[in-house]
């Protein structure tokens, strides 16, 4: 569905993963300790990874209300089917918010070795923890390329 010029795309497939997902959301990433103020990926770093969290514990609580839908007796499935809806609705923003963190982190041309270095670390940690790769072909041309300007600058 294309909302304003987007092309809308839900994350929704990361729930059926979702056993695996949740308690790998408590084991934080790698993230540098010390954000040097110089160097704009820190930021988008962390951007990235407060909306991810953010849709992880979403799909957390979408999969706890299908649960509790999937037990309901009669009287209680109104209230189960709304509080799902809600989920489902609060999904489309958020997965736009994770969407531009995605967006404006590939595109964000470290000023440091230590941030390419950083980037390339978040992004690759990222997939091995939750099997999520973080853009697609596009999207890592364009981190390739910002990570390749900030070799080039260092050197």
């Known amino acids: 569905m ?3 010029g987007r092309t809308f795309i839900t994350r929704r497939h990361l ?3 979702s056993v695996a997902l949740v308690p790998a959301a408590n084991m934080p990433l790698s993230l540098p300790a010390r ?6 990926i820190f ?3 962390n951007a990235h990874a407060r909306a991810y969290a953010e849709l992880l514990v979403l799909f957390d609580a979408q999969n706890a209300a299908e649960k509790a ?3 309901a007796i009669d009287e209680t499935r109104p209230a189960l089917e709304a509080r ?3 989920t489902l609705a609060a999904e489309g923003h958020l997965g736009l918010i994770e969407i531009d963190a995605s967006q404006r982190l590939v595109s964000t041309i470290p000023a440091t070795l230590s941030g390419a ?4 670390l978040y992004v690759r940690e990222l997939f091995e ?3 999520y790769a973080l853009c697609e072909d596009d999207g890592y041309r364009a981190l390739l390329y910002s990570t390749e300007c900030a070799i080039r600058a260092g050197l």
């Open 43 to 45: 930021a988008a770093i």
């Open 129 to 131: 923890r939750d099997k």
């Open 69 to 71: 839908l999937r037990q």
């Open 117 to 120: 270095a950083a980037v390339l």
């Open 84 to 86: 799902l809806d809600e």
């Open 15 to 17: 729930v059926a993963a």
């Open 35 to 40: 954000t040097p103020p110089e160097d704009p």
């Open 2 to 4: 294309a909302q304003a």
